[in-house]
């Protein structure tokens, strides 16, 4: 059943009438005949709505920090914080030297009744010479909890002092888990962090290679990060850094000698990009390396960017011998894929990024939307200039940086940015609403009962989301693929990754179980028999 908005108002009717006012803003019907359709985003959630976001923590050590693998990051708080992220997301890492890869380890303070009383500072700082005598790690990263900022302990100060004892960088991050309204504040303020007291601390002046890049927002969740160094090496990039998956310290604080950065999760990173060209000189420009298509259009962009004509052929080289690979692979698993529709519910790009390689199946995306993403990544740069901060998100710090002056040095001149801007997104993107089509849903902050009442009108048959609203759809007879862990498979990007997919969409589909959820009791009886009229003529 396709939705117009007579069907939508019945749905938010369901809503007391001031929730009802606020969900209307955060649902649009794609409509292409309106000039514009806005989007209300990154706003307060409503208390009890069961919504399915997360904390500034969460953004900040959980999604942007936590993959460096040679740092170890301290948990400043109560246990639960530290323990619910230990080893959830799948960032993999791997590290030539063991001794320098922390990434299995979870390190907290662990704050008792005592801490939050008399203040936690003595504690942290005790915790950092532990760790240095144990770990020797090449930074410690320190992330604050909620209770960290209500009772004032001075995280700045403990870094500082620490920094000066033991001569390693030890950074610390503001990102109480009540700040802002998402993880999207916590990007934000590692964002801030990073080009504060990580990028440019190098002594790199040059690149060490051709095409130095680096790769923003890929946090190499199940292996995607290798897949597309695996390709980029191959046509013959310099990947100087990944932000910031299996990435390290070491490797950041060079990421100023790029020559392009590379955005893959606009959402959380975009902060850095922007900071990048204004400090160094240095443009982004938006890939995607999910879907095959994608990655093709990524690659041929980045070939553009540099324009020499050697990368331009190996680049076709690469992608040639890589279409001629997958294409009979994803041929077979289309077949079972053809003509099915989806829900793409995921955090701040994925949303968009996956709906490319549910079409390359013959899947229809019905439903897409983002948990925390902003106006921008929904209908395009082009907006930021109109979004108004509100008092939950004024308190996030903006940084502003200004060109360096020994390292600052435009990598192509004005005029070839302005011919290449025509052609490629450098340092634009779009948003997802655009590609979507007309009559799909749009839904920012989905919660369990819209995601109810949209499954019950759309009958989708695969829902793609989380760990927390999975096993309500698949109790529904749906198939739901995890987007954020990939159901503990993956990679599924780049070329690889979109066999990984298709093959595990596929499996979903034709697993037998489907067929087994409605007793044969419900459709058909278990006993026959026949009550002869009259009784038995024996008796
Ligand atoms: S909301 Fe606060 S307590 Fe909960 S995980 Fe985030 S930082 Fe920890």
Redesign the pocket.
Known sequence: MAINQKVLEELLNQYPSKVKRNRKKHIIIKDSALARQEIEANTRTIPGIITNR?????GCKGVVLGPLKDVIHIVH??I??AF??WGARRNKAKSEDPTKNFINYCVSTDMQESDIVFGGEKKLARMIDEVMEIFKPNAIFISA??PVGLIGDDLQAVAKAAQEKHGIPILAFNC???KGVSQSAGHHIANNGLMEGVIGQGDWEEAPGKYPINILGEYNIGGDSWEVERILKEIGYTVIAVMTGDGSYEELKNAHVAELNLVQCHRSINYIADMLETKYGTPWLKVNFIGVQATIDSLRNMALYFGDPALIQKTEEVIARELARVEPILGQYKKICQGKTAFCFVGGSRGHHYQGLYAELGIETVLAGYEFAHRDDYEGRDVIPEIKLDADTKNIPDLHVTPDERRFRLKISPERMEELKKKIPLRNYKGMNIEMKDGSIIVDDLNHFETEEFIRLLKPDIFSSGIKDKYVVQKMGIPSKQLHSYDYSGPYAGFNGAVNFARDIAMAFTSPTWNFITPPWKNEPLLEGTIAEGGCSEC
């Open positions: 997360g904390c500034a923590f969460a708080g109560p639960g914080c619910y992220t909890t909620c109480e888990g009540y």
